[in-house]
């Protein structure tokens, strides 16, 4: 069974500083990897999409990595800023899922501050 | 933007009874999930749904959970007798097609308490 794990669980930084959230799985078959904010008491929101073939992805202020064979991931946020405080979730969709069945971690707890 | 859509934001019921937790997916989107998330805990995938019947199902999902999309617009999730550890954030979710975009689009939950 997948296992997905998030560390640091919680992290809390001054505005501007260049964050890394890692996420790590214990299956490396899989199709791909998303990583996602969750807002207390909202619903998630897809942040970035790494496919299996693709080593990282960027969005913005927002680079996701990814080193299948290690099992491992990284969201990078660069120049963090206190809109960037939520929770971040890591999540996999392994190949064994015939649909798009995800395995989340934990999550990071961010909190940046003015 | 469109968007998933869950209603209600908040439910709370007696240990036993039924309850319902609706939703409305982005129009164009033809595959269709519920996850739960319990206070402090992961977000655990409950149920896929595709071409009107479920694609898959966790070991959560029980006889007690049954998926309907009765029209064209609507997905409920139904909990027949509802237990104390039911209580949870309950997440509706939809994406396209299956290919190289298949980010999976979240409502903002039901949360649901079984007192």
């Known amino acids: 069974k997948q296992e997905v794990t998030q560390i640091p669980a919680a992290l809390s930084v001054p505005e501007g500083e260049n964050l890394v959230l890692n996420c790590s799985f214990t299956?490396?078959?899989?199709?791909?990897l998303q990583w996602f904010r969750q807002d207390p008491g909202k619903g998630l929101t897809s942040l970035l999409l790494?496919?299996?073939?693709?080593r990282e992805q960027t969005s913005g202020r927002l680079n996701a990595s990814l080193d299948k064979s290690s099992g491992r991931s990284t969201l990078y946020i660069a120049a963090s800023q206190p809109g960037d405080s939520a929770t971040y979730l890591c999540?996999?969709?392994?190949?064994?899922?015939?649909?798009?069945?995800?395995?989340f971690g934990r999550g990071t707890q961010l909190t940046v501050w003015p | 933007e469109p968007e998933v859509t869950q209603t209600p934001s908040h439910q709370v019921t007696q240990m036993g009874q039924e309850v319902i937790l609706r939703c409305v997916p982005i129009?164009?989107?033809?595959?269709f999930y519920w996850y739960r998330q319990i206070l402090g805990q992961k977000v655990e995938f409950l149920v896929s749904?595709?071409?009107?019947?479920?694609?898959?199902k966790s070991e959560i999902f029980d006889d007690q959970f049954s998926v309907e999309r009765p029209d064209g617009s609507n997905f409920t999730l139904k909990i027949r007798s509802t237990k104390l550890e039911d209580s949870a954030m309950y997440f509706c979710?939809?994406?396209?097609?299956?290919?190289?975009?298949?980010?999976?689009?979240f409502g903002s939950g039901t949360q649901l308490s079984v007192l």
């Open positions: 790494i496919q299996s073939s693709q």
């Open positions: 129009s164009n989107h033809l595959y």
């Open positions: 979710a939809s994406r396209v097609e299956s290919g190289a975009n298949e980010k999976l689009f």
């Open positions: 749904f595709y071409n009107n019947e479920i694609s898959e």
């Open positions: 999540a996999v969709k392994s190949r064994g899922s015939t649909l798009g069945r995800l395995y």
């Open positions: 299956d490396s078959a899989i199709y791909n």
